[in-house]
């Protein structure tokens, strides 16, 4: 997957840093936290990612920010270039999921450590999980070279387990079904076995007005990135002004109701 960085930032280096990877899937809960993350943290643009197996989309910018379009792909990251964040604002075309879990993996293979969002869909939702709205899948948290602790290490400290106890919900991958979470399951059943360290974050949401559901997703994310993100799960999470119109459009005149 070919990384376009934009004119005057320099092509970064992706070593001893993590990527957060929303997937879209119920609620677009994934992409609406990274929002909330890219917002409150002001990261910054560094380019688009090819995109030629999402479905094509443009935008305008957010306001105050470079000129130009926005593309279905981008990735942002902070200053100390430690934590980088890929928004996806469009979903994989049908026929070409396969092609896009390769290229994503090839890049994604190029960061320490890998965090994957996605949302469940919570008319799925099982006993075992009535306790909490996120859950965690922990594929590996050492590197494997080294057997140093990565921050996915502190994802099984902050976040419950996502087990199932039906024979059915299982496969020879050993990963359970995740209902309404999009080519998740698909991406963590394919990673090498050389791919770093990698968690993945699972929220159960219904599809709707998804604004509190990514705020508690983006909170979780800062209790495993803390140190990367530098921003407590406790702290206020800044809306993007994408959000104010562009999310549910402009509101209606209430004189048309009397």
Request: proline share 7%.
């Amino acid at each position: 997957m070919q990384l376009y960085v934009l004119n005057g930032i320099q092509r970064p280096s992706f070593y001893n840093s993590t990527l957060i990877l929303p997937i879209v899937s119920t609620g677009n809960v994934a992409q609406l936290a990274v929002d909330l993350i890219i917002a409150t943290r002001g990261l910054e643009l560094i380019g688009s990612l090819d995109s030629r197996d999402l479905v094509p989309t443009v935008g305008p910018r957010e306001t105050g920010e470079q000129d130009g379009i926005t593309t279905p792909l981008e990735l942002y990251s902070n200053s100390s270039r430690n934590v980088f964040v890929i928004q996806q604002r469009s979903p994989v075309i049908k026929s070409r999921k396969a092609e896009f879990v390769t290229s994503l993996i090839s890049f994604a293979q190029q960061f320490s450590a890998v965090l994957v969002l996605t949302g469940v869909d919570l008319s799925d939702r099982q006993d075992a999980h009535m306790s909490a709205t996120t859950y965690s899948l922990i594929l590996r948290s050492l590197d494997s070279d080294s057997d140093k602790p990565t921050p996915i290490v502190t994802l099984g400290v902050n976040v419950p387990p996502f087990v199932t106890h039906s024979p059915a919900d299982q496969s020879l991958s050993g990963i359970p079904v995740i209902p309404g979470s999009g080519i998740t399951r698909r991406f963590i059943t394919s990673l090498p076995e050389s791919f770093p360290p990698t968690g993945v974050i699972l929220e159960y949401v219904l599809e709707g007005d998804n604004r509190s559901d990514a705020k508690i997703l983006a909170g979780t994310v800062a209790k495993v990135l803390w140190r990367e993100l530098g921003i407590s799960s406790d702290d206020e999470w800044k809306e993007p002004p994408s959000w104010k119109q562009g999310l549910f459009g402009s509101s209606h005149d209430q004189s048309l109701f009397g």
